[in-house]
């Protein structure tokens, strides 16, 4: 799980999408959650499988730039190993900095 739950007056917890609580915030139900940036990092949990495909990437890019130096023929399955690591390098990007299996969600309380 991850996320946000909302703490009732009686203890109890159920989950929360930003929708609810932007409508809970605008109309104060609540307080502004405090989220920095260190707590967004903190859910940041990445496993060897990045390495491993970093590793891989870098590996075929290499051979595919060795092969153009040394006037081989590159095959299309190469170059389209090569389009599809650049839509992969394109998507990395922009998921670089989103959390990845946070498993304890955040409480907020309700006033």
Same mark, same amino acid.
């Given at each position: 799980?991850?996320?946000?739950?909302? &703490?009732?007056?009686?203890?109890?917890?159920?989950?929360?999408? =930003?929708?609810? +609580? /932007?409508?809970?915030?605008?109309? !104060?139900?609540? &307080?502004?959650?405090?989220?920095?940036?260190?707590?967004?990092?903190?859910?940041?949990?990445?496993?060897?499988?990045?390495?491993?495909?970093?590793? !891989?990437?870098?590996?075929?890019?290499?051979? +595919? +730039? @060795?092969?153009? @130096?040394?006037?081989?023929? =590159?095959?299309?399955?190469?170059? &389209?190993? /090569?389009? =599809? +690591?650049? /839509?992969?390098?394109?998507?990395?990007?922009?998921?670089? *900095? *989103?959390?990845?299996?946070?498993?304890? @969600?955040?409480?907020?309380?309700?006033?």
């Amino acid at each position: 799980m991850g996320g946000f739950v909302l &703490e009732d007056s009686h203890s109890t917890l159920f989950p929360v999408i =930003i929708s609810q +609580i /932007c409508y809970l915030v605008r109309n !104060q139900y609540m &307080e502004m959650p405090d989220i920095t940036k260190e707590k967004v990092q903190d859910k940041s949990k990445t496993d060897g499988t990045v390495k491993i495909f970093a590793f !891989q990437t870098g590996w075929v890019l290499l051979e +595919i +730039i @060795a092969r153009v @130096a040394q006037d081989l023929p =590159i095959s299309l399955l190469e170059l &389209e190993t /090569c389009a =599809i +690591i650049g /839509c992969s390098l394109f998507t990395f990007y922009f998921w670089f *900095k *989103k959390p990845i299996l946070p498993t304890r @969600a955040d409480q907020l309380l309700w006033r």
